[in-house]
């Protein structure tokens, strides 16, 4: 794919992804949508300056190939998601670049069901953008498209969000980190609903402020308020929401891997997590995987990226999955992450269990982790070389069942990352230089 990667069509704006693009994805979405009946498109945005310059480009492309766009204002992806699927649209878009810096954007395509858009769609759109596809034709007269206010469908998502708490949240003192994004609009009002106390912080997005110093990528943040204020309980999200990552009441972090692990237990325990299984990715700790022996939790392990967890999930009927980075799926509410609906899965587990966060998360014992990255000649010549495999063999028969070693290709740079867990910081330095030194001496490097 040369615009769309694993999460949608995504750069800096006006640089790589430009109003143009937008227009052309508008247009062609219009038309494909538009072949049979009038298309019905829904939208939604992140607090991103660009994100409104993307919202009109996009519209004036769907309203002139004669598709009907309803507008959700500033919204999480989640949301977007809920509202396609739940209420006939033919598909939806979500303007935002996640956890990236404000300059970037995104136009992510979400499927009639609530599900990233198929890769053949996007690569018709992709022909479209390049000239490859023959002009398309534009509506004229009363079949030209029209735009309404839709905000209507954020707030029935709200409502959805508040009715899948089974409890009261009376008394629990929350802290939550909106990023200065799409959060801002939604978390309070469920939390408030709810009856929480909520200390809310990073939720005056000026245009520029998204992600800066502050939600699920800069989590330090949250963890001083969350230890200043004396609260319960803390969740930061990312730029569209998302993402969740927890901090407990001692002010540790309570990342993905330990989610999956609170979560899957207590569904277990439930009869709600189906075959006993949850989903990770390759990237998942050690001590998750020691931790869920231990209570008898079943799990599958996919390559990097909620989408490959997802489609693993829906082909083998699985409830709960999700990465490290708090990308967490409850397939039974939601078919996408959620950073808000992981928030309140998690509160529900600290109510029924009468449990506090830490405490829930004290069986699983995380192991250091060190990521290096190398940038190489070839990715796959490097992956291959003889040399480098006996270097990766070694190592895995050194740290036998207390540790790994991790060595994969980038999906997008040319790169190889090593990753080794172990006991100590010092072990996971040791392993993980021992095969870069080896790469190296194999002239495999670049510089």
């Not at 396609?84 to 996640?98: L, N, Q, Y």
């Not at 939550?176 to 200390?199: E, H, P, Q, R």
């Not at 480098?388 to 060595?407: F, M, S, T």
């Not at 230089?433 to 194999?442: L, M, S």
Request: hydrophobic share 35%; charged share 25%; with cysteine.
């Amino acid at each position: 794919m040369k615009y769309f990667g694993t999460d949608g069509f995504r750069g800096e704006a006006n640089d790589v992804l430009t109003v143009e693009h937008a227009f052309k994805v508008g247009r062609y979405l219009g038309w494909y949508y538009g072949q049979e009946h009038r298309a019905r498109v829904v939208i939604g945005k992140d607090t991103r300056r660009s994100s409104y310059m993307f919202e009109y480009s996009l519209v004036a492309g769907l309203t002139a190939s004669g598709a009907d766009v309803c507008l959700l204002h500033v919204t999480t992806t989640p949301s977007v998601s809920y509202v396609t699927r739940t209420e006939d649209f033919d598909c939806g878009i979500m303007i935002s670049a996640s956890h990236n810096p404000f300059y970037d954007n995104g136009i992510k395509i979400i499927n009639g069901k609530g599900h990233k858009m198929e890769a053949e769609v996007e690569e018709k759109i992709e022909a479209y953008i390049d000239g490859e596809i023959e002009e398309l034709p534009l509506a004229k007269k009363d079949k030209i498209g029209r735009t309404t206010d839709y905000s209507a469908g954020r707030n029935r998502y709200i409502g959805y969000l508040i009715s899948l708490a089974t409890r009261s949240f009376e008394g629990k003192r929350v802290g939550l980190d909106c990023s200065n994004g799409s959060a801002f609009m939604i978390a309070k009002s469920v939390f408030d609903a709810l009856g929480a106390k909520t200390y809310v912080i990073n939720n005056e997005p000026d245009g520029t402020n998204i992600n800066t110093n502050c939600g699920s990528t800069h989590i330090e943040v949250l963890q001083e308020y969350v230890k200043e204020k004396k609260l319960d309980v803390g969740f930061a999200y990312d730029g569209d929401a998302d993402r969740c990552i927890a901090i407990d009441e001692n002010g540790s972090v309570v990342d993905g891997d330990l989610i999956l692990y609170i979560c899957g237990k207590y569904m277990k325990e439930t009869g709600r997590l189906n075959q006993d299984t949850i989903v990770t990715t390759i990237m998942s700790n050690l001590g998750l995987y020691k931790a869920c022996d231990k209570a008898g939790l079943k799990y599958e392990k996919t390559a990097v990226g909620d989408k490959y967890v997802y489609e693993n999930m829906v082909k083998n009927n699985y409830s709960l999955g999700g990465e490290q980075s708090g990308h967490i799926i409850f397939s039974k509410h939601a078919t996408t992450g959620d950073g808000i609906l992981t928030s309140l899965m998690i509160m529900e587990v600290m109510l029924e269990k009468k449990m506090s966060l830490g405490k829930l998360a004290e069986p699983v014992k995380i192991y250091p982790q060190l990521l290096k990255n190398l940038r190489v000649v070839d990715k796959k010549t490097a992956r291959e070389n003889e040399a480098v495999n006996h270097a990766v063999n070694a190592v895995a028969e050194e740290l036998g069942d207390e540790g790994r070693i991790l060595v994969r290709e980038s999906g997008t740079e040319p790169v190889i990352r090593v990753m080794v867990e172990a006991v100590t910081d010092e072990l996971c330095e040791k392993y993980v230089d021992q095969v870069i030194d080896v790469i190296r001496r194999e002239g495999l490097v670049i510089g």
